[in-house]
């Protein structure tokens, strides 16, 4: 009988890519797979596919052991809680906890790069959660995900509107990933019966400094891109001025810090070889995203 798999955050960019390659590209069953969200009523498409639909509420740690109930295995796809406070932690503990008490079998678990030693503000989170995964004695998967090259797109087309990049990341270099790449490699894993642990560290193909991706922004848009180097502090001050809300400043600021300090200029090709496929290159997607890049 093949694993029943849950797949928590199944509405959200990356569990709604996670979704779609076990179903159409590893062709899971849609009879082995549930998709759990806080608000059901938006995987109704993947109900219509005959996919089993859950309530996972991680802040309702009482209700959590029901949700995991018959599952086999397990992805905890990290929450986008970002306030400063330890509540991040809390919920992905408590989901850890519930699956040890559901009876889970294999965990898998979103993390990010060097989460025990990096300057991101939200590493404690990560390096938490893998240590309670660890804790259960369960077997588990854990991806160290590095930064989606979705995320440049925050910030990119401000930046090619003004041309200008601030940045306070200097030299250091970054191995930027697509969403749909990670997935692809989360997927492959979860289509697989779960064997033994292992820890991934999921990464595109090559690490950039901030002034080669505007380079290659540049020659893209077919509009001058410059890199202004900053300190942090400058950094901060020009988000703040920009409207950034101010509880999220420090820990975007922390990103540069991370990547100056030469803590995730990691470089693997770990997604290939669970997935089979190239990720999609810099360029590539830089590509494809030309509209987004001119606003």
Same mark, same amino acid.
């Given at each position: 009988m093949a694993d029943t798999i849950l797949v928590t955050g199944a509405s959200g960019k990356l569990g709604t890519r996670v979704m779609h390659h076990l179903l159409d590209t590893y062709h899971v069953p849609a009879s082995s797979i549930?998709?759990?969200?806080? $608000? @059901? &009523?938006?995987?109704?498409?993947?109900a219509a596919r005959g996919v089993e639909t859950r309530k996972v509420d991680f802040e309702d740690a009482d209700g959590l052991q029901a949700s995991f109930a018959g599952v086999d295995q397990l992805l905890i796809i990290s929450t986008d809680v970002l306030d400063g406070t330890d509540r991040r932690l809390r919920q992905h503990q408590a989901a850890v906890a519930a699956a040890k008490a559901a009876g889970v079998r294999h965990i898998l678990? @979103?993390?990010?790069?060097?989460? $025990? $030693?990096?300057?991101v503000l939200f590493a404690p989170d990560h390096k938490g959660t893998e240590d309670a995964i660890r804790a259960t004695g369960l077997s588990h998967t854990?991806?160290?995900n590095s930064w989606y090259m979705e995320n440049l797109l925050m910030s990119l087309p401000h930046a090619v509107a003004s041309g200008q990049w601030y940045s306070s990341a200097g030299t250091g270099k970054l191995a930027h990933i697509a969403r749909d790449d990670v997935a692809r490699a989360? &997927?492959?894993? %979860? &289509?697989s019966p779960a064997t033994g642990s292992a820890t991934y560290t999921l990464t595109g193909p090559v690490a950039y @400094?901030?002034?080669?991706? &505007?380079?290659?922004?540049? /020659?893209?848009?077919?509009?001058? %891109?410059a890199v202004v180097h900053v300190t942090d502090e *400058?950094?901060? *001050?020009g988000m703040e001025a920009a409207g950034v809300p101010a509880p999220y400043v420090p820990t975007f600021v922390s990103f540069d810090a991370n990547t100056r300090a030469g803590k995730i200029d990691i470089v693997t090709e770990d997604a290939a070889t669970l997935s089979g496929a190239k990720?999609?290159? /810099?360029? $590539?997607?830089?590509d494809a995203s030309k509209a987004a890049l001119l606003g």
């Open positions: 549930i998709a759990g969200s806080r $608000d @059901t &009523a938006r995987l109704a498409e993947l678990y @979103t993390s990010m790069p060097n989460p $025990d $030693d990096s300057k854990i991806f160290r989360i &997927a492959a894993s %979860l &289509a @400094t901030t002034d080669e991706i &505007a380079e290659l922004v540049s /020659m893209v848009a077919g509009k001058p %891109l *400058q950094l901060a *001050q990720p999609v290159s /810099m360029k $590539d997607f830089l």
